[in-house]
């Protein structure tokens, strides 16, 4: 419970952000007004930056839906966190036992994940007594298009990936790809923090 009186609005959230002990932040992709945009991209980065915290971005014009299949995107390196990453987005998921959809992001025909290995066999085993998990390998070149393919092909509610990952595919989008996917695909974005 805040009130945003006095000075600057993106001074006081970061005020805020760091003095209290916040678990998501959750702002709109991007606003109609040019004032209220670019405030909204200065609170973005600065949640980015500071990495207390991780970042939700709502879609604008988006009606709630409920959570039935999530797609968390990671790269090969983020592979020994992956236990960690999607045991966090189920606590922001509780109420729901969304299907999760873990896609690997490779280039050049990288090699995916060995399910045969330890302790990967125990950590999808662990997942799957909470949700129903899928793996897929996202290796097309052109991978904003198979992005925005596959979330349409599986119905997909919600985009979660870590920050180290976002300028990664930042990369393959023309504009930032929290405004590409929130106005392509209408879904909102979680930004786990690293």
Do not use: C
Not at 35 to 62: H, Y
Not at 84 to 110: C, F, M, P, W
């Amino acid at each position: 419970d805040h009130r945003f009186v006095h000075g600057n609005l993106v001074d006081e959230f970061r005020i805020l952000v760091n003095r209290e002990n916040i678990d998501v932040v959750v702002l709109p992709a991007t606003d109609e007004n040019e004032s209220t945009r670019r405030k909204i991209k200065l609170m973005r980065n600065e949640t980015l930056e500071m990495n207390s915290t991780s970042l939700l971005i709502t879609p604008p014009e988006a009606f709630y839906k409920q959570i039935q299949n999530i797609l968390y995107v990671y790269s090969v390196k983020e592979q020994h966190t992956l236990f960690d990453r999607v045991n966090e987005i189920v606590l922001y998921n509780k109420i729901s036992n969304a299907t999760i959809h873990l896609a690997q992001l490779s280039k050049h025909g990288v090699p995916g994940i060995d399910q045969d290995q330890e302790p990967l066999r125990s950590i999808i085993k662990e997942i799957q007594k909470k949700n129903q998990i899928e793996f897929h390998k996202l290796q097309n070149r052109n991978q904003r298009k198979e992005i925005v393919g596959f979330i349409s092909e599986f119905d997909i509610q919600l985009l979660a990936l870590s920050k180290g990952l976002l300028h990664t595919l930042g990369n393959y989008f023309h504009r930032h790809i929290i405004e590409e996917i929130s106005s392509s695909s209408k879904i909102p974005v979680l930004i786990l923090k690293d």
